[in-house]
C-alpha cells in the first residue's frame, strides 16, 4: 500500500539532492560564502519546487512567476550539475581556482538556459509535403501540439495565432494538452476566434485531470470543435477523427472499431499519446498525428523519452500509413528547450501518387 508514495518521495529526494543541492552547494563553497549566506540562497532554491507549488495552489494566477522561476531553476539544474562536475575534473588534474570554476559553471548554465528560453518562446514552423491518390485537390493544415495554457499565458496563444493566420490553412488541429490548468478563462482563449478555419481538437491527459468539461465549454463557445470518438468530414474526401487520451494502450483500437472509417476518404486520425500507429495503421487511417513527447524538452530527459515511447518525434511510416509525432508547440514545466524546440507544423497534402 505504501510503498509507490514511498519509491516516488525516496527519488524525489535523491533527485533534489543530485541536482540541486550538490551544485549549488559546491558552487557557494567556491564562492567562499558564508554559512548564513548559503542557507539564505541554499533554501529558498532546494525547495523552490516545493513552494512555488503550494503557493500556486494557494493563490493561483497571482504567484504564476514564483512558478515561472522555480521551473527555470529546475530547467538550469542539468546544465549546472554538468558544468560543476566538469569544473571538479579540470579543478582535481589542472591549475583551476575555485572561483573560476564557480564562474564558470553559473555562466555555462545560464547561457544554456538564455538559449533554450528562447527556442521555447519562439516556435518555428517545420513543413511537410505529404501525397495521396485519394484527394482531388491539394490541401493544407496545421496541427499544434502541448501548448500548456495554463502554464503559458494567452499572450502566448495570441502569438501562435497570429503566426498560424500567416500560414492560411484549410484548418487547425490541436492534439492535446491545449490546457493544463483548472479555471483557465475565456478571455485567455479568445485569440482562437480570429482564426479564419475551422479548429479540431482531441482531449490530451492534462486536460482530463483539470476541470474538462468548463474547459469543453469554452472551446465550443470560441467555435472549437472537439471531436471525442467522432469525426467530420471536412469537405470532400477529408475525415478528420479524434480521439480521447487515455492511459491504455488499445485505447485507439477500441475506439476506432467504434468509428465508420470512409476508406476513401484522406483520413487524418487525432489521437495525443504517439501510441497504437499500427492499431491505426490496420484500421485504414493515412495519417495519424500526436504529441505528447515534447521530444524529452530538456536535453538529458529526451534519453529518458525514448526509453518510453517508440515514437518520440518526427515523420514515420508503416505500410501506407504515416505518424508524426510533433514536438509540442508549448512548453510543461520550464519555459526551456535544450535538445528540441517548439513547433507548429505545417502540412501541405498534394494529390498524386
Known sequence: ?????????????????????????????????????????????????????????????????????????????????????????????????????????????GSVGVFGFFSALVPRVRKIELKSHKIQKDFSFVQISDIHIGSRTGSFLERLVR?????????LCITGDFIDATG???????????????????????????????????????????????????????????????????????????????PGAYSILMYHRPIGFSDAASAGIDLMLSGHTHKGQIFPFNLVVSRVFHYVSGLHRLGDALLYVSQGTGTWGPVMRVGSYSEITFFEVKSGL
Open 1 to 109: 500500500m505504501f510503498r509507490r508514495p514511498v519509491a516516488f518521495f525516496t527519488i524525489l529526494f535523491i533527485f533534489h539532492l543530485v541536482f540541486f543541492a550538490y551544485p549549488l552547494l559546491r558552487i557557494c563553497e567556491w564562492l567562499g560564502l558564508t554559512s548564513t549566506l548559503t542557507i539564505v540562497i541554499f533554501l529558498p532554491l532546494f525547495f523552490s519546487q516545493i513552494i512555488s507549488r503550494l503557493l500556486y495552489r494557494a493563490a493561483a494566477r497571482k504567484t504564476l512567476w514564483l512558478r515561472y522561476v522555480a521551473d527555470f531553476y529546475m530547467g538550469l539544474s542539468p546544465f549546472l550539475l554538468f558544468a560543476v562536475l566538469g569544473s571538479e575534473v579540470a579543478m582535481f588534474f589542472g591549475d583551476v581556482s575555485a572561483r573560476f570554476a564557480a564562474l564558470f559553471s553559473i555562466g555555462f548554465a
Open 184 to 262: 483557465v478563462n475565456r478571455s485567455e482563449l479568445m485569440s482562437l476566434e480570429k482564426l479564419q478555419c475551422p479548429v479540431y481538437f482531441s482531449i490530451g491527459n492534462h486536460e482530463r485531470y483539470e476541470d474538462l468539461d468548463q474547459i469543453l465549454a469554452r472551446l465550443h463557445s470560441l467555435g472549437v470543435r472537439t471531436l471525442r470518438t467522432d469525426f467530420f468530414c471536412h469537405g470532400e474526401g477529408i475525415q478528420v477523427i479524434g480521439i480521447d487520451d487515455k492511459d491504455d494502450s488499445r485505447q485507439v483500437k477500441n475506439e476506432l472499431e467504434k468509428i465508420k472509417i470512409d
Open 163 to 171: 503566426k498560424i493566420s500567416r500560414l492560411e490553412p484549410d484548418f
